[in-house]
């Protein structure tokens, strides 16, 4: 039994550092555009039956409860939180802000499309709309122009782009930002960038105008900030941490019998 403690608080332990691992990732990105934060869940693991329950006494009673002991916990999944984030304004006019359901869709290197919340978007040398990166200039999907003459853009709610050139009193349209929506964005996969892709899991993308089927509008000149809890992820690391001493304590406290065990039993 002692052995058993001390599996079971080392499961424990290792539960509680997945934990510590996932807060820490949070706190990392409380000032992440459009990130959004993710939550640990756990499981107890398999069971010792030393005595079943409803087993027939002498007496021709069935016993109302068992003897059994778990085998610990482990990590069952880890869920993220797709609420919305504060609207941060900003004075850049292709800083775009999801209110509501969706993703822009961006065009990886090798052609794929991934989704991402992160609406810093900027122009590149040829004029299309662009992920805001360093790294890598993925063009935003269906592609939108803005021609180099252009001395005002405009990006409505429902995702009209129109600009405004010399020589014409009415702004023209360039192009329509649509949004993506999944059944379950929970079975999204992450990649980093502030980036997502589908999976079987998700089901595939609903494509639509935003303000339209249940998407979100656009706002224009500002940027979604983080939804992570900075106070509650706090509080969370501290009884993550208080967890972790305990099974730690199990631990020694196991330890501690099997050596008074083995002193016992070399007398």
Not at 60 to 67: A, L, R, S, Y
Request: glycine share 10%; aromatic share 6%; charged share 15%.
């Amino acid at each position: 039994m002692a052995i058993q403690a001390l599996y079971s608080a080392a499961t424990g332990m290792d539960c509680m550092q997945t934990k510590l691992d996932v807060i820490a990732n949070n706190l990392a990105n409380v000032e992440t555009t459009g990130f959004k934060s993710d939550r640990a869940n756990f499981e107890d693991l398999l069971y010792r039956h030393y005595k079943m329950p409803g087993v027939e006494d002498s007496a021709g009673q069935f016993t109302p409860t068992g003897i059994a002991v778990g085998l610990g916990a482990r990590c069952a999944s880890t869920q993220t939180n797709f609420t919305q984030g504060a609207v941060k304004e900003t004075s850049n006019p292709t800083d775009l802000c999801i209110q509501g359901r969706g993703f822009f869709q961006v065009q990886n290197a090798d052609g794929t499309t991934s989704y991402t919340r992160a609406g810093n978007f900027s122009v590149n040398a040829n004029g299309y709309l662009v992920v805001g990166s360093a790294n890598t200039g993925r063009l935003l999907q269906p592609p939108i122009t803005i021609p180099t003459d252009a001395t005002a853009i405009s990006v409505s709610a429902e995702g009209i782009v129109t600009v405004a050139q010399p020589g014409n009193t009415q702004q023209n349209q360039v192009g329509r930002i649509e949004l993506a929506s999944f059944i379950n964005p929970q079975g999204l996969l992450k990649m980093g960038e502030n980036l997502y892709t589908e999976t079987a899991s998700s089901g595939a993308p609903t494509l639509g105008n935003p303000g339209q089927d249940g998407l979100g509008t656009l706002q224009q000149n500002a940027l979604e900030a983080s939804n992570v809890e900075p106070t509650t992820e706090l509080i969370e690391l501290i009884t993550t941490q208080r967890s972790f001493e305990m099974n730690s304590q199990a631990i020694k406290a196991g330890d501690s019998i099997l050596q008074t065990i083995s002193n016992l039993r070399s007398y």
